[in-house]
């Protein structure tokens, strides 16, 4: 690029401000009361605009990270709670997050850089929608993956836009808005140049063939999927479905703090008996549905058997069953035990694993347990914890839901009906937020999802409405069905094509009766394709970025 295109553009705005700016407008088309998700379709521009500008490792690195600073700062800036009674580490880890996350970003925004320095700027533009697929989806990968601000989530509440969720998943939807900022810059970019030289000449580009293919294209992503999302619900809307479960939600709406320092385990589980039977005696149900730990005792415990046997009881008057978060003991002989274990305070000769799990119990007994196998970075588990040992316990969390340990099985629970057993496919909390998490459930045979969670410690916040719209886009892509029970909301309950059944006010102890349609449809992201287009994208990214290694070395002296 001649270098007085780059001077103009260092005059329009200062580089590292406006990688700041544009993070910023990137993480505004988030979940939020603003309701700006069409943000997210220019909110790039700036920053690929920026990006070639920079001369060095150094500036590159400082455009990435402002970039991720807002980026995350304006979509996660609630994680360190900043309530009255926030723990400190909770206040320090969100900060550090904050602080951290950023890096990742510097990633893609590095591939970008280098393809446009050896390459062709015009050539960096075209591959970044591969480039940030991938990103997204290797992010989402191992214990520090955390895909909650994958671009396409930017859209889970545009019910009709969001349904080609169902063709590649979140990752088509993150592909489409790259390549919609591509095409603006594309458009934009020269008028603006224009205007800066001579806004007399500005009107002659607008009729350019060249600014009306990218404006084309453009307004082509902003439109075209809200057509087909348009047709794909009506059709699915018309599905009948192949059976219904009668279920009801409880919101208890417990002080997150005090659910673990103040109330006694009896105290919380009669509780939410008494919010369920007010709404069991005009309703009668199939399933109950309690939020993550809503028992926080481990009912597989000898020591717990009275309670166990008094919510069985419990169950057999009102002919249900009960899917319930657990925090669940797994017992060693001390001398025996794995090396992350811990002695119990009441009997040093044994020692146990904790659990953050969900049970399902019948008037029977248990019929069966799902341990979270996708645990909160630093706030529910340090990652990697075995390689650390002792080491990972410095930063452990004190109100009790820290030194998690993760689950190894994935395999829906099964809920017997009367005629029939349904599957549940179990999500606890942050697991909602990965979209193979809940695809490898409906492919094992999950006829519908429950997620569990407690997001009260962001109340007042958008953190809660961004992880129940994130749950709606697991629906869509899968198209199942979905039941969320949220310790302070957001509970509700979805359809196949991620549109609201019944929901229930935030911050208000209560119970919600859904009579919840089961459907047998099918999506090619579901059944076919799965993360076959990030994966793709990795390929086509990793060649662009070859040829461009091979072109810096041929022109190096």
């Known amino acids: 690029m001649p270098s007085s295109e780059h001077s103009e553009r260092r005059h329009l705005v200062h580089p590292v401000i406006g990688a700041l700016l544009s993070g910023i407008l990137t993480g505004l088309a988030f979940p939020s009361p603003l309701g700006l998700e069409v943000a997210a379709f220019g909110g790039l521009a700036l920053l690929l605009l920026l990006v070639p500008s920079a001369h060095s490792a150094a500036q590159l690195f400082a455009l990435a990270y402002a970039f991720g600073f807002g980026f995350h700062g304006t979509v996660n800036w609630w994680v360190s709670s900043w309530q009255a009674e926030t723990d400190p580490y909770l206040l320090l880890a969100g900060i550090l997050l904050w602080l951290g996350h950023p890096l990742f970003f510097v990633v893609p925004i590095a591939a970008y850089w280098y393809i446009a320095r050896h390459f062709s700027i015009r050539m960096a533009r075209y591959s970044m929608p591969f480039i940030w697929c991938a990103f997204e989806w290797l992010h989402s990968l191992g214990e520090l993956g955390y895909p909650w601000l994958t671009l396409g989530h930017s859209q ?130 199939q399933l109950i549905v309690w939020n993550e730990t809503a028992i ?51 009997d040093s000769a044994q020692a146990y694993l904790a659990y953050n799990s969900a049970i399902v119990l019948t008037p029977e007994g248990i019929a069966g347990v799902h341990r979270k196998i996708r645990l909160t970075p630093f706030a ?73 969670s407690n997001d009260a410690w962001f109340d007042h916040t958008p953190g809660p409405l961004q992880h129940y719209a994130i749950a709606r886009v697991r629906a ?52 076919l394709l799965g993360d076959a287009l990030p994966m793709g994208c990795g390929v086509v990214a990793l060649a662009v970025l070859l040829a461009a290694w091979v072109r810096a070395r041929r022109q190096t002296p």
């Open 156 to 285: 889970a509440l545009t019910t009709r836009w969001i349904q080609i969720a169902d063709i590649a998943g979140v990752w088509g939807a993150s592909f489409l808005i790259v390549l919609a900022n591509v095409a603006f810059l594309e458009a934009i970019e020269p008028i603006a140049m224009a205007f800066a030289r001579s806004p007399r000449r500005t009107l002659a580009l607008l009729g350019s063939p060249r600014v009306i293919a990218w404006l084309a294209l453009y307004f082509a992503i902003l439109l075209l999927p809200q057509e087909y999302g348009r047709l794909r619900v009506r059709q699915l809307r018309q599905l009948p479905a192949q059976d219904t479960l009668r279920a009801v939600l409880v919101q208890p709406d417990f002080n997150p703090w005090a659910k673990w320092e103040r109330l006694s385990p009896i105290e919380q589980i009669h509780f939410q008996q008494r919010l369920a039977d007010s709404v069991l005696e005009r309703f009668p149900a």
């Open 296 to 346: 926080p005792i481990s009912l597989t415990l000898p020591e717990y058997g009275a309670i166990r046997e008094g919510l069985m009881q419990w169950l057999a008057t009102r002919k249900a069953t009960l899917l319930s978060g657990m925090a669940e003991l797994e017992l060693f002989p001390a001398d025996a035990a794995p090396r992350l274990a811990r002695r119990l305070p009441w």
């Open 380 to 452: 529910e588990r340090f990652p990697n914890a075995e390689l650390f040992g002792e080491l990972s316990r410095l930063v452990e969390w004190n109100v009790g839901i820290s030194a998690w340990t993760p689950g190894k099985q994935q395999t829906p629970l099964p809920l017997a009906l009367q005629q029939d057993t349904v599957q549940l496919g179990v999500a606890i909390c942050l697991e909602s937020i990965y979209p193979d998490f809940l695809r490898t459930y409906a492919r094992q045979g999950a006829h519908a999802f429950v997620v569990i």
């Open 476 to 527: 869509i892509e899968t198209r199942r069905s979905l039941l969320r029970c949220a310790n302070s909301g957001i509970t509700a309950a979805l359809s196949h094509t991620g549109e609201v059944l019944a929901e229930l006010p935030q911050y208000r102890s209560a119970a919600l009766a859904v009579a919840l349609p089961l459907y047998s449809a099918e999506s090619l992201y579901g059944t």
